[in-house]
């Protein structure tokens, strides 16, 4: 989704953040050997905190690589939700040994990877990751210039709510998400409001009901998300990325970029994890599958394991080429 900055509390466990998403405890374990150290007393290969950032395309990745560390390999893992910034901080303060999907922040590696040397790249996760402005298809169907930025404040008013005030409404996630909305409102002269919908969840339900009702929306979104597959979604052109154009966050004028989503690991986890650095560096899969895990944990009832071991069930070949020898 999705580059996010702004840190939340840290909660031991993993709890839904997606819409419907299902709750996984992980195992707090507190008293484990840190990973790559001796066995404990219960004969796990040792603890891997892997941290749970709000979007349920993340959770489906960390329980995947969750169940194949604790199935396959032996490991305790603990799952706490920590929003991104907190996340990288963990690196630092042995919080943290993983970020599973990083979506760019190029400023949180300049601190932590060259400058404080406490984490390091893991290699791609193998997803495309965008982000967007959409509207209902119902929208473009009956306005077709209206996917166009230079026309959207011809439909401003069709957008208004009672949090937008005179402006059109462009609905926003999480706070602690990163994003461009702010500048790019104001550069691009659009008579428009941002306005915080909460959560992912908040999204979902606001896209399903502005299809199925007919009702306008513009709203911030990204892809690998399983919504897409569920409801039809049509993206905003913005003006298209060029390298630099967003380097000034107060000068942004122009769209998101595709981005290779990488893993990011604790420095420490990295020297000393052994097999479970090994598998989390492996650790490469689409966005076809990552949506397939997202989609049972918050639309079938699955909990996060549940989903991880049908995925892992119907995919033996892919994951089996992530497992070290």
């Avoid at 891997?48 to 395309?57: H, L």
């Avoid at 003006?239 to 998101?256: F, I, L, M, R, S």
Wanted: proline share 4%; net charge negative.
């Amino acid at each position: 989704m999705k580059i996010r900055l702004l840190a939340g509390l840290l909660v031991a466990g993993l709890t839904a953040v997606g819409c419907g998403g299902a709750t996984v405890d992980g195992a707090t374990g507190a008293s484990a050997p840190a990973a790559g150290s001796s066995a404990s007393a219960s004969g796990s290969a040792g603890t891997v905190k892997i941290a749970i950032n709000p979007w349920v395309g993340y959770e489906a990745s960390a329980n995947v690589v969750a169940y194949l560390l604790e199935k396959e390999l032996g490991y305790t893992v603990e799952l706490p939700e920590i929003k991104e910034q907190l996340a990288w901080e963990g690196f630092e303060t042995g919080d943290v040994d993983v970020i599973i999907e990083n979506w760019g922040h190029p400023d949180l590696k300049k601190q932590f990877i060259d400058e404080k040397k406490v984490a390091q790249v893991a290699g791609s996760t193998g997803n495309k990751g965008v982000i967007g402005w959409y509207i209902p298809k119902w929208m473009a169907d009956k306005h077709p210039d209206i996917t166009d930025y230079k026309n959207l404040n011809k439909y401003a008013s069709l957008f208004k709510t009672s949090e937008s005030g005179d402006k059109g409404q462009l609905l926003f996630g999480d706070p602690s998400y990163v994003s461009n909305e702010e500048a790019l409102i104001k550069n691009l002269k659009l008579n428009y409001k941002v306005v915080v919908g909460g959560s992912e969840a908040a999204l979902i339900k606001g896209a399903q009901q502005a299809q199925e009702q007919k009702k306008p929306l513009l709203f911030y979104f990204w892809d690998p998300h399983w919504l897409f597959s569920k409801t039809d979604l049509v993206r905003v052109k913005l003006p298209a990325y060029t390298e630099g154009c967003d380097a000034d966050p107060k000068k942004v004028a122009c769209d998101y970029p595709e981005m290779d989503l990488d893993k990011i690991v604790s420095t420490k986890f990295a020297q000393t994890g052994g097999k479970a650095y090994e598998l989390v560096k492996n650790f490469n899969w689409t966005n076809e599958d990552q949506n397939a895990v997202a989609d049972d944990m918050t639309n079938n009832g699955m909990t996060g394991e549940e989903a991880a071991k049908k995925w892992v069930e119907a995919n033996p070949a892919k994951w089996q080429a992530w497992i070290p020898q």
